[in-house]
């Protein structure tokens, strides 16, 4: 079985609808990160937690939310999407304390019409 | 924020080596990643190299790192098929806490 998993893999959906995407892990890792990949711009960070009780924007968090419900789960949300937020959106899982290596899940691909 | 920047693209015939080049900015970077991404798939880490290195080999991969020009490659020796994909290089750094910095992707192309 994957290690990082994401749900769900594929998902259209109009403007203006809330959707929302998740990860689990079975690493047992303490990090967690989300990323949107658009062609020509490798990934950019989102939004990324390094505890169950820490959150922290990244580089493009405008329009996205996330919940950290347990060390395992790590689910992002579009409040209201837009058309520009079609992307691929990868979860990543890290164990920290001196260990970055981050690995990631199959990705999600989303469009927004 | 910091820079990694890599070439678009690189088309190689089989069985040939791949060389693919990476530079990034940040003069604090630790560890330095390459990431393999097939068709459809999540990113695949494929090696890394602490920055106190110069050179790293894992069968047929060859990292190689000149942190004076803050210059990263990836050699793939005796290039196959099935290493057609976009190449991610990334890195981290004492001031990024643990975040990643990841460049744009090189689409490797094998041709027969």
């Known amino acids: 079985d994957a290690d990082v998993t994401q749900t769900p893999r594929n998902r259209i959906t109009k403007t203006g609808k809330r959707i929302m995407l998740e990860c689990s892990q079975t690493?047992?890792?303490?990090?967690m990160y989300w990323y949107r990949q658009d062609p020509g711009l490798g990934l950019r960070l989102i939004y990324y937690?390094?505890?169950?009780?820490?959150?922290n924007k990244g580089e493009i968090s405008d329009g996205y939310s996330v919940s950290r419900q347990a060390q395992a789960k790590f689910s992002l949300s579009l409040e209201s999407a837009i058309p520009n937020q079609t992307a691929l959106y990868f979860c990543a899982t890290s164990a920290g304390h001196n260990e970055e290596t981050q690995y990631f899940g199959p990705g999600t691909r989303l469009l927004v019409l | 924020g910091e820079d990694v920047e890599q070439s678009l693209f690189l088309s190689v015939r089989e069985g040939d080596s791949s060389v693919i080049n990476c530079t990034y900015t940040d003069s604090s970077s630790t560890y330095l990643y390459w990431y393999k991404q097939e068709p459809g798939a999540g990113l695949q880490l494929l090696t890394y190299?602490?920055?106190?290195?110069d050179m790293k080999q894992d069968q047929r991969l060859t990292v190689l790192l000149n942190k004076k020009d803050k210059h990263l490659s990836l050699r793939i020796a005796d290039t196959q098929t099935g290493d057609s994909a976009i190449y991610f290089c990334?890195?981290?750094?004492?001031?990024?806490?643990?975040?990643?910095?990841f460049g744009a992707g090189t689409q490797v192309v094998v041709t027969p």
């Open positions: 990334a890195e981290t750094s004492t001031d990024s806490w643990g975040k990643l910095q």
């Open positions: 937690s390094f505890d169950v009780k820490d959150i």
């Open positions: 190299i602490f920055s106190n290195m």
């Open positions: 690493k047992g890792h303490d990090r």
